[in-house]
């Protein structure tokens, strides 16, 4: 019987879960969900200045919004630094670590010496043979894993294929520090050994410590899990991605109106692809994962294609999934006249939506787009609305409102063939009047069809606000 897939989610606490984290998460959980395993969270929180509890928060926060759930309980690194000692000791007394006692400026003066030599600037060994009745008095000693002086550390990855890296590229690392605590390396293949990690999917930038700890673990006599390094996500530009070109939080995505299910489809096409399919559910994405499917290339960064998917998502979406968001979304990013607006007049923007969802590719846009509903008048009207308002178009408003004073059906088929015939009598072009109607109605050039607006906001409304802009 096939051990059970058991991965890995383990970001540092030392600021928000940006998105190429978000990713690694996204394919842990994929493949997790698709073999029917486990994927683990810990957080690794031994750089204890960096680390924060607002950081770890905003990484639960962060993978709930996404939809990534982890078994179990979350694991935190640093209380398991007596764990990890109990390993660098039982490396010592097999033979396979052994106490280093160089000072800082012996070091020091060790990387001068390879760099003049032409070496690269490492630790020598010095130690590594040297009986322990040398140490000097009074020097608390670290503690450095024993590397294999000759052949190669082989890393098969699912992902790269077979890496090689020369044993006698590698020095004697340091895996418990003077101080006791644990150095990166060691808490890793410790945690990933006790946690029954079998699959470690994780950026490419973790390759050279790949073979590491491939050490570590061949000193211990453990099992080392398959692996799988993605490439990292690249900007536009083909740079490594940074925050201009969208190397952002996690919750900044979700504050500039972006769904869920959007972001995940949007990232596991970064990197992971399905044939040519562009858009899937998250359930689909499950059953087609697997890791012979990542690629080995980087992948771009595309704020337009997460645009366009995005919009398919909120077109998707149920009026009442957007509402709520749309509420969530203006209190979060501080807009509260319009979370106000939004839940004062929940019925008619719940109205409203269906017209609404088409014109937009973000929740933000939902928002503005909305804003006609409970605009307070006078409309603010901005310039392209206002280009609109010429003197003809304006007596035309103050015409048509008076058409529309008699009208005894409020409803859109009554109000457009209204409409029609007016801008008939008058030899205009439908478009002429409409448009118009629209900038002193909505203050914008783009709204839902304006014979519905009219509907929404009801008799009243409408005539108050034709009543402002009429010549």
């Known amino acids: 019987m096939a051990t059970p ?12 879960l940006h998105i190429g984290g978000a990713r690694t998460a996204l394919f842990n959980w994929a493949f997790s969900r698709h073999t029917g ?23 639960f926060d962060g993978l709930k919004w996404l939809g990534l759930d982890w078994d179990g309980e979350p694991v935190m690194q640093f209380s398991r630094a007596a764990r990890h000692a109990e390993v660098a000791n039982e490396l010592l007394s097999r033979g396979q670590a052994y106490y280093c006692y160089c000072s800082p400026e012996e070091l020091a003066e060790m990387r001068e010496t390879a760099r003049a030599n032409g070496l690269p600037p490492r630790y020598n060994g010095y130690w ?9 008095a009074g020097v608390a000693p670290v503690i450095r894993i024993k590397a294999p002086q000759s052949g190669e550390i082989r ?9 090689v890296f020369k044993a006698e590229n590698l020095d004697d690392f340091i895996i418990l520090r003077s101080d006791g605590t644990p150095t990166y390396m060691l808490a890793v293949v410790v945690d990933d050994h006790d946690m029954g990690v079998t699959h470690i999917i994780r950026g490419d930038d973790h390759l050279t410590n790949a073979a590491r700890q491939i050490v570590i673990y061949n000193g211990m006599g453990w099992h080392v899990p398959k692996m799988s390094h993605i490439p990292l996500i690249h900007g536009p530009d083909g740079a490594k991605l940074s925050k201009r ?9 979700r504050q500039m109106g972006y769904l869920p299910e959007a972001l995940r489809n949007y990232l596991a096409r970064l990197g992971w692809s399905h044939g040519d399919e ?16 990542l690629n080995k290339g980087a992948a771009r960064f595309d704020f337009v294609k997460l645009e366009s998917i995005n919009g398919h998502y909120i077109r998707e979406a149920t009026p009442q999934r957007l509402y709520e968001v749309m509420l969530a979304t203006a209190a979060e990013v501080g807009r509260d006249v319009d979370a106000t607006g939004l839940a004062a007049n929940k019925d008619t923007v719940l109205a409203a939506l269906p017209e609404l969802q088409p014109r937009a590719k973000t929740v933000l846009e939902l928002i503005d787009l909305a804003q006609f509903i409970y605009a307070v008048r006078p409309l603010p009207i901005d310039q392209a609305a206002a280009d609109q308002l010429t003197g003809d ?18 409803s859109v088929d009554a109000i457009d063939a209204a409409a029609r015939a007016f801008a ?8 002429k009047v409409a448009q118009p109607l629209r900038a002193a109605l909505t203050g914008r050039t783009v709204s839902p069809g304006i014979f519905e607006v009219m509907v929404l906001i009801g008799r009243d409304e409408t005539l108050a606000r034709l009543g402002d802009q009429a010549a």
């Open 278 to 293: 562009e858009l899937f559910s998250t359930e689909q994405m499950v059953e087609w994962f697997s890791l012979e499917a």
């Open 245 to 253: 070109h969208g190397a952002l939080g996690v919750e900044a995505y």
């Open 424 to 431: 008939e009598a008058r030899g205009l072009k439908l478009g």
């Open 393 to 410: 178009a304006r007596a035309n408003i103050g015409a048509f409102a008076e058409i529309l004073k008699g009208l005894n059906d409020w």
């Open 155 to 163: 890393v098969d990855d699912h992902v790269q294929g077979e890496v």
């Open 5 to 16: 897939v058991v991965t890995r989610f383990a970001p540092s606490p030392t600021g928000y």
């Open 37 to 59: 395993g486990k994927m683990l969270l810990r957080i690794e929180d031994t750089d204890r200045e960096r680390s924060t509890d607002a950081a770890v928060q905003a990484i």
């Open 128 to 136: 590594r043979d040297r009986d322990p009745s040398e140490a000097p």
